[in-house]
């Protein structure tokens, strides 16, 4: 079985991710990696927030927060604020983030340096 690309990066201080949210998913959930038709690997999330007045970016950041054991300080979406691909910045131990979403996803994943 060949790994799926893992859909985050290590950097200094920390972890991107890429996730794709669900607005109005019916549950607050991290659901699984995919990899979307352009190649990109892509953590899909669903939360119940409608996608109006950031609510939907917020119950991200507090998904994330609680699924990886961080503050919400500790989270930036640093792209695709409007969008449902969101560039999603984790501070921390690059490390010990990249363990944490491989417990989280449960998949043989390919990480990128």
């Known amino acids: 079985m060949v790994p799926m ?3 985050w990066r290590t950097v200094n201080g920390g972890v991107v991710l890429v996730v794709r949210v669900t607005p109005r998913g019916g549950r607050d959930a991290l659901d ?3 990899v ?3 190649g990109r690997a892509i953590l899909k999330l669903r ?3 409608a996608p109006e007045d950031g609510e939907a970016n917020a119950a991200v950041v507090k998904l994330l927060a609680s699924a990886l054991k961080l503050r919400r300080s500790d989270i930036e ?3 695709g604020a409007t969008a449902r691909v969101k560039q999603v910045l984790l501070r921390g131990d ?3 983030l990249a363990a944490q979403l491989r417990e989280r ?3 043989t ?3 990128k340096p």
């Open 77 to 79: 979406i640093t792209a």
């Open 36 to 38: 979307m038709s352009d």
């Open 5 to 7: 690309p893992a859909p």
């Open 47 to 49: 939360v119940r927030a």
């Open 109 to 111: 994943l390919e990480e």
């Open 94 to 96: 690059p490390q010990h």
């Open 32 to 34: 699984g990696v995919d």
């Open 105 to 107: 996803c449960g998949q």
